[in-house]
């Protein structure tokens, strides 16, 4: 998996926990995450599909896509200890890297999704 899509509201306490949780999973090895809501706003219902076009775009054109706008990261995110990155321009994607990336939707009632999307070429 070279990126995850998150959530990314931009608030000051569901932004640290997502990018844990990520970390997490991928901190050993590191990982781009990014989110479409500094190019959409939040799309509310729409939020999580808009996301999945934005990760399908990037499979598609093999390249990891910037985040616009990032200027002054979150300090709460230990964005260096856990090996999360974020792309602020875009860049080719990542040759030991199997083109696979994560997204991330979360309801405000409470409802939590996460979705794993593949390029045709990774499933040989």
Known sequence: TAMIECHGTGTTVGDPIE???????????????GSVKPNLGHSE???????????????????IPPNI????????????????????????????RD???GVNSFGIGGSNAHVLLGSAESFG
């Not at 949780?21 to 995450?33: D, L, Q, R």
């Open 99 to 101: 083109e696979l990336v």
């Open 19 to 33: 990018a844990a949780a990520v970390a997490n999973v991928f901190g050993e090895h590191g990982i781009y995450i």
């Open 69 to 96: 706008h990032f200027t002054t990261p979150n300090p709460k995110i230990r964005f260096d200890e856990c090996k999360l990155k974020v792309p602020t321009e875009p860049l080719p994607w990542p040759q030991d």
């Open 45 to 63: 219902g729409a939020s999580g599909l808009s996301s999945i076009i934005k990760m399908t775009l990037a499979l598609e054109n093999k390249t």
